[in-house]
């Protein structure tokens, strides 16, 4: 039974991880560099949590969630693709924009700059235990997230645009392939199905909370580069993830291991490899490159 | 002549057209909480270049911020973007805290001071080192590793601290025996109750030897030209590596030593979480302040208006307006560059 | 069949910034002939075909096709009217198959799915149809330089293109290559298409053109029928003057003033980013006062061979000996303060800093020797400059101005200065395509440098995509074909046709 358990913490808390990184490997293989995911977290989980308020419907702080990740998305698509902006510096801005954005309106809406008031969830009905956690629609979508990227760049006409946007954008406007117009759609797919991964953070504390996504989007970015790129692979490291972080919940308070050292994982992976076996040559060749 | 003017209106018009739209959002940020922008405005004011304390605070604010404003810029000017400053601000208070803690307590304090200082170029250099290692050896993208080791290092600090280090029920380490760097507030008395410190002036000289070694150095020359045009530079004799090595290492040296401000000249211990973002602002210093060391200072007096600010209106308007403002900043700026460079140049095409 | 043109062009004009690329450009091509667009580098030719496939908005003039004005369309409307152009630098994604970079912004779907069976049935068909083979599943990444050309023009073919504009599409090619070439635009002119060529080798233009329009300076300056006009009459044209057709220029005679070579390579092997053997066991000695000149297709080796000379690229192993000592292991500092000196093939990505001023361009590659450990010495710097802008004759006289402000010619000329006008003159000296995009007069300048610098008793090693120029400089040649030097001869019995079957590497088997 305690393994169940187990495996069944590791698959909700890679749930927002697999959002993200599926957000993140389309994002970057069209050649935007995905360091905004952190920000379409954080609009993910304000937009539902403020809209479930209000309505007391928590379909519709869904659909809020993915409105709020789109428009966030599409500041950073005008100002990287329309104004040529530099990507980095960008998305610091997004992210520093949504963490103190987040905790304004909190307090202009619900006078607290911590949180908001409960919000009824998405699967509330469904208790806890084995079916409070696989009866979980966003669960099964999160599994999907990936797979359906995968398709989407690999297997439809949209993909393989993208794709050559990401790695030699001069050859596709050659072919007059509009390049701005693909990397606007990929951004804004990125921030809706990012956007997800925070709504699903919010309905599993029937909250938002200041600093609730703890730099999440950063460890979906590294599962992306430790996934090589590849939605597949970017899956297997999500839940590589997931399970460290189980692992480091586990051990709290052990003497075993420190947490802190647990929680290190995710990141010191990916600079293994990248140091090694990932390299330079697995990222798309014209990824954060700014196009004239 | 024509060439410094355009190159003046280059610099100057952004962070212009960015401080006027971050006017205007401010405003209807304040409006929505029902209160008067001029108030509020005036408040902040008030309460940062009004009077000798907030001004004090402002000072003490600007001087980490110009310490990882360069930490951002000298990588930059070698092509490479150093997001690390966070991290390497942390390693070089602690490494500053726990030399200061190890020096016998006889010890005059300017060689107290100049020990930890060291500590702490050193401790931040050896952070930045890494990324420098890794993408001199094996190309890796400097920006991950850099993010990355962000979280390893507050981590790993954190660990330490509370494993090991720290004075009974606190987060931070026992105060420093020696090396504790006089406040403003210690000569004069309108400072008093500021964290206002002499690092201040240590950033400013670092900031003038940034300019030195940038603009008049061989070390300088061969840096710029590598982040300008790699191949040229190779061909010149530049080793790239090696060069990208130095810059990151530089630029970790920097953060650190803006670790010296919090530890040896305002609190005297290390504490978790003190850098509290202020190395991520680094990056929009040296945005604003476009990598050039004047620049910089500019900057982050700027942006610690707007920091210290927020705290003075926090009791009538949330004190995140100030990140939401300084986001639009960088936006605003980050946006307007390219366009700002595009519209002059086109201008003066048509004088032409 | 009918009068109307194919393509009329009448008084474009085109300028980038300060840089007026085309002044007035008039252009008529009839249904279906082989038109060759001549000029010299820079003189406007690729410009004016980007401005005819959509890719650039003309300043000025008009442009028809078919009868139909299409001024200052975009690419897609002119992919969709059946005009198509291939670059001289490929636009394949490298990471994607040949089909899938076929059918890229035209793509064949079932459904929602892509269909990448279709796709290369299709290709596989058209590939039947012109004769360009290539395999339509293999990823373009493995592609030798031949085969990606050939997917280029399969890319434009299979848009419906009527219109093929073709910019440069020899240089990468060997002499078959360009035969194979050549009956594929011989095919598809029977076909009813129209092809435009852009080229500046006269041979190729008597060789496959039905009609010649010269440009010179972004001005066309010239129409004329293939038949019955003389190479000399449209080098006359290109140049604006009476030229002597890669005429050698006979210097005294040259008499090695040490008994060992200057520059000896040996049994070198160098990497390049795609193969493991660009060079491959190269051995050859240059002696002081003589000029080496190294011929061959692009893409054989010279480029890998000369940044291995200069230290920018890895020797896999053999040895490299200046003056007698081994400079493999060496750093690019340590064979400039030999006395090595290298005029880099692509001057703006290696040659110059071009944000840089003029005067610190002049330094590099010899900053330390203007530097205190704190301090660079300006007004060194500054005097450098002055002599140096002064002895070559670099326009505008200013050493302030950004390197990037100047002309193609001028800039090569800051390089020219900075790796020749030394107080000594360097014991080595690395020239890849010296005169590339420079203009006639800066030709000959350069020319007169190279031959000073070795009748001073420098050892030259010269590398031309320009087969005029390497057969008037050099006392002799060798001939590099993949990866290797397949022969010397000498300078005087160096001609066209006896190195053009060497770098076929047609004369491989009898020489070694």
Known sequence: MSATVILLQVLRIAVPYLFAAAGGVLSERAGIIALTLEGYLIAGGFGAAVATHYTQSPWVGLVAAVALGTVVALLHAMATIRYRADQVVTAVALNLLMAGGGAFFLRLMFDSSANSPRIPAIGDGLGSGVMGTLGQPLLWLAFLALPGVWWLLDRTAFGLRARACGEHPQAATSLGVSVPRIRLTAVLLSGAITALGGAYLAFDQHKFTDGMTAGRGFIALAAVIFGRWEAPRALVACLLFAAAETLQIRLQGSTLLPSQFVEMIPYALTIVALAGFVGRSAAPAALGRVEA | MSDRATRWDEALLPPAIALAIAMVVGDVLILAFGQAPGHVFGMLLEGTWGNAYGFGQTLYKATTLICTGLAVAIPLRAGLFNIGAESQLAAGGFAAGVAGILLPAWLPWPIGALVCVLAAAVGGGAIGAVPGALKARFGASEVIVTIMLNFIVLAFLNWIVAAKLHAPDSLHTVEIASGAVPRFADVSSAFRGSAANLTLALALSLAAACWWYLFRTRGGYELRAVGLQPGAAENGGVVLGRTWFRALVLGGALAGVGGVNYVLGYKHYYEEGFGAGTGYMGIAVALVGRNHPAGIILASLLFATLSQGGLAVNAIVPKQMMEILQAVVILAVAVSVPEVQRLLRASTKAAA | ?512
């Not at chain 3, 070795?454 to 990866?483: H, N, P």
């Open chain 3, 1 to 512: 069949m009918t009068a109307t043109a194919a393509i009329q062009l009448t008084g474009i004009a085109k300028a980038f910034g300060p840089v007026h690329a085309i002044r007035s450009a008039s252009l008529t091509i009839a249904q279906g002939e082989i038109h060759a667009l001549m000029g010299e580098n820079g003189a406007g030719k690729s410009t004016l075909m980007r401005v005819l496939a959509g890719m650039f908005t003309p300043d000025a003039g008009t442009a028809a096709v078919e009868g139909r004005d299409v001024t200052g369309w975009d690419t897609k409307a002119a992919i969709a009217a059946g005009v198509g152009m291939v670059h001289q630098h490929f636009m394949l994604v490298p990471t994607l198959t040949v089909a899938e970079n076929v059918m890229l912004g035209r793509e064949m779907t079932s459904g929602w799915s892509l269909d990448r069976a279709g796709a290369e049935a299709a290709v596989r068909a058209l590939c039947e149809r012109t004769g360009l083979v290539v395999d339509p599943a293999r990823l373009v990444a493995d592609l030798s330089v031949g085969e990606a050309q050939r997917v280029e023009i399969l890319k434009v073919l299979f848009r419906g293109a009527r219109i093929l504009i073709l910019d440069e599409p020899t240089a990468v090619l060997s002499p078959p290559e360009v035969q194979e070439l050549w009956r594929v635009l011989r095919t598809l002119r029977a076909n009813g298409g129209t092809v435009v060529l852009i080229t500046h080798k006269l041979d190729e233009v008597i060789d496959i053109s039905d009609t010649i329009t010269v440009m010179r300076a972004g001005e066309t300056v010239g129409r004329m029928s293939t038949a019955g006009t003389t190479p000399a009459d449209i080098a006359r044209a290109m140049v604006g003057r009476e030229v002597a057709l890669a005429k050698r220029v006979r210097s005294g005679v040259v008499t090695p003033t040490r008994a060992s070579p200057r520059l000896e390579v040996r049994d070198l092997c160098v990497g390049s980013n795609t193969r493991t053997h660009a060079v491959d066991r190269v051995s050859f000695a240059v002696q002081a006062g003589e000029i080496f000149g190294i011929a061959g297709v692009e893409g054989n080796g010279q480029t890998e061979l000369i940044e291995a000379l200069a230290g920018l690229r890895r020797c896999e192993s053999g040895s490299v000996q200046l003056d007698g000592q081994e400079l493999s292991g060496c750093t690019v500092s340590e064979r400039i303060d030999r006395g090595l000196a290298h005029i880099p093939e692509d001057r703006q990505e290696r040659g110059l800093v071009l944000d840089y001023s003029l005067a610190d361009n002049l330094i590099l590659g010899r900053q330390h020797r203007y530097a205190s450990t704190f301090a660079l010495d300006r007004v060194r710097v500054a005097s450098n400059a002055t002599t140096q802008i002064a002895a070559f004759d670099i326009r505008p006289p200013d050493g302030t101005l950004p390197a990037g402000a100047l002309s193609g010619g001028n800039q090569q000329k800051i390089v020219i200065a900075r790796e020749l006008g030394g107080a000594e003159w360097p014991a080595v000296i690395l020239a890849a395509q010296p005169t590339r995009g420079v203009d006639v007069g800066a030709i000959e300048f350069i020319h007169a440098r190279l031959r000073a610098a070795r009748d001073a008793g420098a050892a030259v090693v010269l590398v031309s995509a320009d087969l005029g120029e390497v057969i008037a400089l050099s006392t002799r040649v060798a001939v590099m074909y993949g990866g290797r030097i397949v022969t010397i001869v000498d300078g005087d019995a160096a001609t066209a046709a006896t190195l053009g079957s060497w770098m076929t590497g047609a004369a491989r088997a009898e020489g070694s």
